[in-house]
């Protein structure tokens, strides 16, 4: 019984993280077009980096998970 709780636990994960994927890549911030603010390009490419590392980070849990429960 515990196996089923581990893997129920494991999918719920999965659901919760592809979710949050979906949410960051909506959030992600376009590179901006105007170069003639440099303040707000840089502003720009620290949250698209910072939003890429998360998701990069929740990418590989997902991949983590999915191999865990024999899915792909």
């Known amino acids: 019984m515990g196996e089923d709780g581990a ?3 494991k ?3 999965l ?3 592809e979710a949050d994927i979906e949410r960051l890549r909506a959030e992600l911030p376009r ?3 105007d170069a003639a603010d440099f303040v707000d390009a840089g502003q720009n490419l620290t949250a698209r980096q910072e939003l890429g590392g998360q ?3 929740l990418e590989n849990e997902r991949q983590r998970l999915r191999d865990d429960l ?3």
Do not use: F, Q, Y
Request: no cysteine; net charge negative.
């Open 7 to 9: 893997e129920g636990d």
């Open 11 to 13: 999918r719920e994960r």
């Open 15 to 17: 659901r919760t993280v």
């Open 31 to 33: 590179p901006t077009e």
């Open 55 to 57: 998701i990069e980070a």
């Open 70 to 72: 024999g899915l792909d």
